[in-house]
């Protein structure tokens, strides 16, 4: 009795559908026997592979072996860290908007703004970047009128911003997004029972005043 072939429709391309057959000598082999040539009766075989154009070594219902050793090695790979860009969009804009309300402190301390800045705010609330150059320009300009220390921290970052600092009477702020600077003139409101709530007023409109307690939404200028 011979081996008996038929054709196969696995996926991995086994030539064999049986579980084995005899050889020329009449001993019965297993299938894995059979499919490597009668080498051993582990299954390992040559094969050809569609995907790598050759024939290459297959294992016995297991498919391409180097297709296999790509597969795992790629699933092993460790994974490039994914740079955020949320968090770097954040950054930026914060230092964008603290530039801003530096020069509004400017526009209100001086009544109006050169013509110099005024193209610089308008470069800023088109949210385009400054040149190192403008920045240092900017910085002789803003000094005259704001004090340097603001200017070295918010506007020139030369200084650490201080961000953690303390939100109190007299602070110069601004709301996390957005620009206009704003004083805290007071603290615990009269027509209230609450003791968190804090008074702030608009630089560009002192006769816009309102009460707030959530601290956690304003930055600290000065």
């Not at 911003?161 to 110069?172: N, Q, T, V």
Request: net charge positive; hydrophobic share 30%.
């Amino acid at each position: 009795m011979g081996y008996r072939r038929q054709k196969s429709y696995s996926r991995y391309n086994n030539r064999f559908a049986t579980t084995g057959g005899y050889d020329s000598t009449g001993r019965w082999r297993s299938e894995a026997w059979h499919m490597d040539g009668g080498a051993n009766d582990e299954g390992w075989h040559q094969a050809y592979c569609n995907r790598c154009g050759k024939e290459t070594e297959h294992g016995r219902g297991s498919g391409c072996v180097p297709c296999g050793d790509r597969l795992i090695a790629a699933k092993n790979r460790p994974k490039a860290k994914a740079k955020s860009f949320n968090t770097d969009w954040k950054a930026k804009e914060a230092v964008r908007l603290d530039r801003m309300a530096v020069i509004g402190i400017y526009e209100v301390n001086a009544g109006s703004l050169p013509s110099f800045l005024e193209s610089l705010k308008e470069q800023l609330s088109k949210k385009k970047n400054l040149s190192s150059k403008q920045i240092e320009v900017g910085a002789e300009v803003l000094s005259s009128i704001v004090d340097q220390d603001i200017v070295d921290r918010v506007w020139s970052r030369t200084s650490p911003r201080k961000s953690d600092a303390e939100f109190k009477i007299g602070s110069i702020v601004r709301m996390k997004y957005a620009c206009d600077p704003r004083v805290v003139t007071g603290k615990n409101c009269p027509y209230s029972r609450r003791t968190d709530e804090f008074e702030v007023k608009s630089m560009y409109h002192s006769n816009h005043t309102n009460w707030i307690s959530d601290t956690e939404n304003y930055v600290v200028i000065k």
